[in-house]
Every structure is written in structure tokens, then in C-alpha cells.
């Protein structure tokens, strides 16, 4: 093992130095901030905070880094990206238990959280963008390539901090760019480390990541020497990393919330699909942007369903990520856990709503929620209009299926859906009027290296992942070379 990366040996130590990667090295910064462990509601470790010289330096690194990567063939980045993917398995024990204790998730979630992150730096790695021939008709060639943009600036969120970093590293990285990577604040720390563990494999300067709040990330954005900016996270976010880009005209790509809805058809197999969208409700304390966030469900068997879904919230575990068989972890932050709580107790003054499980927090020092099943609720209610983004899930009832569709597309959000029926025609028909961009029939919650992945309306601008992905994170030119002179 390398010596500069002796200390990974005790990544997951409290002990353990987190600096940001700047340049290919490590660096601290003058001032810090506390990192909260959700469930505990306490501190337990400081983070660097860069500083704006910081930030300028980081992005001088990635311009410097710039030609000498671009010039580097697909396969050539790719053989480095691999190589990341493989360490980030040699460490991936002790990177989940820094994911679990940030971010608060069960370690074996944690645990997929990392082999997501390696098989994303890998798999996405394994994709390439190709020249296309527009016309070859004897007179002209006319031959379409794409080129890196540069600099890419990239902001992570909290719920999912490791993986979603590893698709912007990879995506940008693949395609020639360097980068300059934020996480979250509340989840910096398996980032950070994703950065150390590439310092001697990536050449100086191709990326960068650093902490900090708010400000860091508005200047990153801002930063004339960046090229493009890669956003994950919420919608009113989304909209100023937009307003702020605008004034030098960079390269966005946005993938935002969502109301995400799942219709279950007459036809379905109740017993076995409820379950189903139960686990896709609530995987990571719902904290998931394409999470169902919705169900609707026929009337004749709306009962059934609330009472299935009820049924498994009341025996679904709920506790400190570290403990054994604890299914589901706090939200990952005070500020969420707050908006949540307000969305629940603007329920709870709903007329005729049904609180069927949940409902209420655990006796425990963090940010838990019980897993709660919400039956009998107006459309028009917050719970249904706003994206929760926590463990509320709310059950609707419909009794004829256009209804159904039309009730599921009103919304300001377009990420995913689903449909779930035994019919799969006729499932493939209503999924092809849902306005989302990615719809799942008899399945939900699903993101895949080699497809598109993005959202309609407010959920978003651009996609990310597969080869529309991957030119997203490049420049078009179109080269038009005579071939016959006229007469």
C-alpha cells in the first residue's frame, strides 16, 4: 500500500484527519464546522472549511489538469477511473461505517450505499461517446464530435453522499473534464475521503473536492474558471444554482426533487407488490428523490393495500444505524427532520384523515419517525402537493384509472412513477401518458450506469447517466470538410 495512504487504514476512526484534495494533496483549513451524527443529534467530528483561496486554487489545479487529461484516450481514463473503483472496494468496510454514522443510514444500506459507489466509478467508466457521420454524400463530410467542456463544478447532496458523488466523479472524469467536487455539509466526510483515495492514482489537479457550506458552493457555481455545473438536489435550490450560473453562461445540468406516484391497477398482485412499493417508499427513511411519494389504488381495493402497508410500517425497525437489524435510520439532518414533522402535524388537521401506523417519534436522542401510513387524505393537502422527502407515505384511493393518471401528473415535478398491474401492455400503455422521465413498470427505484436519468417540468434540466449522460458533460461541434470541388 502506498504510504501517503497508510492512514485509510483507519478511515472510519474518529481519529482519523479529513482534509480536502487539492492538487493531487491534502490540505486542512483555518476555520471548521461540526459534522451532526443524526441519530444521535450530538457532534461527533470537525471538517475542514475551505476557504475561498482555497476554492480558486482548487479550480486553477483542475484548468491546469485540463489539456493533459482531455488528450488521454477513453481507455486510458478509464483504466485510472477502475482503479478507483477497486480501492474504493479494498476500503469499503470502514467507508460504510463513515456513511452510516454522517448520514445515519443502516450499515448494511451503507454497506450497498459503497458497492454502488465502485460499481458506478467502474460501469459508468465503461461507456464512451463516439463520432457520428452526418453526411457523406461525395461533396461534403459532415462529422459531429464532442469535446470535454473543461472545469465541472459539482454539488452532492446529503441522502445519498458516497454514490451520487461517484456519478458526477465518474461522468465528468470519463469524458475528459476535470472537476471540482462539493458535498453536503451534513455529509461531507465519505466524499472527502473518495478524494483521498484518489490522490496517487489520478493525476494532480483532475479532482478536487472540498467542504463547506453554502457560500463555497454559490461561489463554485459563480467561479469564472468553471465550465459547467452538475446539481443533485432540491428543487428551490436547483433554481438559484441556475439564476447564479447565468451570469457566465455555464453548462447546467440539474437533477431535482420529486412527487414521485405509483398506480396499482385492478389487475395487480396485491400480496406481492405492496411489499414491494412499502420497501421502495421508505428505503432511506424516504429520503430519495424518485421514492414512491404516492400510491393510488383502486377502490375495491384500497383497504387492502392500507391495511398491507400499515401492517409493515408497524414491523419495520427503526433505531441507530450501527445496531443489528435495524431496517430504517433517522432523517439525516435537524432541518429536515423539522419540515417533515410540520408536513406530518398539517396532516394530522386534514378532515377524515387516518393515520394508520406511525405518526409518532421514538423514544431515541436523533431525528427518528416512525415509518407512518396515511389513508383518506385530499389531494389538495401538503402531503400529497409537496415532496415529503422523509417517511410519510400517503395511500389514495381512485375508481377510474384516467382519473388515476390525470391526479398523478398534477404536480410541478416530473421525476419517476410507476405502474402496477399483471397486464404489462397495458402497464407499458399507462406508463407512456405518466409525465415523468423515468417510469417503471411492476418495479420502482431503480438507476442504472447505461440509462438516461432525469426528470420532466421542475424535477430537473438534463439527464444524467448512459451516453446522453456522458454528452451532456461535453461540447458539440459539428466539422464540415469538402470532399469534391465543384466544377
Not at 381495493?301 to 400499515?310: D, I, M
Amino acid at each position: 500500500m502506498p504510504r501517503r495512504l497508510k492512514a485509510l487504514n483507519d478511515l472510519a476512526s474518529a481519529d482519523h484527519k479529513m482534509t480536502h484534495t487539492i492538487d493531487g494533496h491534502g490540505e486542512d483549513s483555518p476555520a471548521a464546522f461540526e459534522v451532526i451524527n443524526p441519530s444521535t443529534a450530538a457532534p461527533f467530528a470537525q471538517c475542514p472549511d475551505a476557504t475561498p483561496e482555497q476554492l480558486d486554487r482548487a479550480v486553477a489545479a483542475a484548468c491546469k489538469a485540463s489539456a493533459g487529461w482531455s488528450r488521454l484516450s477513453f481507455s486510458d481514463r478509464r483504466r485510472q477511473l477502475h482503479k478507483l473503483a477497486a480501492r474504493v472496494r479494498d476500503y469499503a468496510d470502514d467507508l460504510a461505517k463513515v456513511i452510516t454514522r454522517e448520514q445515519g443510514k443502516p450499515l448494511s444500506n451503507a454497506t450497498r450505499e459503497v458497492a454502488s459507489t465502485a460499481n458506478s466509478l467502474q460501469n459508468m467508466a465503461n461507456l464512451r461517446v463516439k463520432d457520428q457521420i452526418l453526411r457523406d454524400d461525395g461533396n461534403n463530410r459532415i462529422s459531429l464530435h464532442y469535446r470535454p467542456l473543461g472545469v465541472v463544478g459539482a454539488i452532492t447532496p446529503w441522502n445519498v453522499p458516497a454514490a451520487l458523488a461517484a456519478h458526477k466523479i465518474a461522468q465528468a472524469l470519463i469524458t475528459g473534464n476535470t472537476l471540482v467536487l462539493k458535498p453536503s455539509p451534513y455529509t461531507p466526510f465519505a466524499t472527502l475521503l473518495l478524494g483521498e483515495m484518489s490522490r496517487d492514482l489520478l493525476p494532480p489537479g483532475v479532482l478536487n473536492v472540498l467542504a463547506g457550506g453554502n457560500d463555497l458552493g454559490q461561489r463554485l457555481v459563480e467561479h469564472p474558471g468553471i465550465d459547467k455545473v452538475s446539481f443533485t438536489g432540491s428543487v428551490a435550490t436547483g433554481k438559484r444554482v441556475m439564476a447564479s450560473a447565468s451570469g457566465t453562461l455555464k453548462r447546467v445540468t440539474l437533477e431535482l426533487g420529486g412527487n414521485d406516484p405509483a398506480i396499482l391497477l385492478e389487475d395487480a398482485d396485491f400480496d406481492r407488490m405492496t411489499p414491494r412499493i412499502f420497501a421502495a417508499a421508505f428505503a432511506n427513511c424516504g429520503q430519495i428523490c424518485m421514492a414512491i411519494k404516492r400510491v393510488y389504488v383502486p377502490e375495491a381495493r384500497y383497504e387492502q393495500v392500507c391495511e398491507q402497508l400499515a401492517g409493515l410500517a408497524k414491523d419495520y425497525r427503526v433505531g441507530d444505524g450501527f445496531e443489528p437489524e435495524v431496517q430504517m435510520g433517522p432523517l439525516q439532518n435537524k432541518m429536515q427532520y423539522d419540515k417533515v414533522l410540520d408536513v406530518l402535524e398539517d396532516t394530522r388537521r386534514q378532515p377524515g384523515v387516518r393515520i394508520l401506523a406511525g405518526g409518532h417519534t421514538p423514544n431515541l436522542p436523533g431525528y427518528f419517525l416512525a415509518p407512518t401510513i396515511v389513508a383518506d387524505i385530499a389531494d389538495d393537502a401538503r402531503l400529497v402537493t409537496e415532496e415529503q422527502f422523509g417517511p410519510i407515505l400517503p395511500v389514495l384511493k381512485y375508481t377510474d384509472v384516467d382519473d388515476a393518471i390525470a391526479r398523478a401528473n398534477s404536480t410541478r415535478m416530473g421525476l419517476c412513477a410507476s405502474v402496477w398491474t399483471k397486464d404489462i401492455d397495458r402497464g407499458a400503455e399507462i406508463a407512456a401518458r405518466l409525465e415523468a422521465g423515468t417510469v417503471w413498470v411492476n418495479y420502482h427505484l431503480l438507476s442504472e450506469a447505461d440509462i438516461p436519468f432525469g426528470g420532466f417540468k421542475e424535477s430537473g434540466l438534463g439527464r444524467e447517466h448512459g451516453v446522453m449522460g456522458l454528452q451532456s458533460y461535453m461540447e458539440p461541434q459539428v466539422i464540415n470538410v469538402p470532399i469534391a470541388t465543384a466544377a
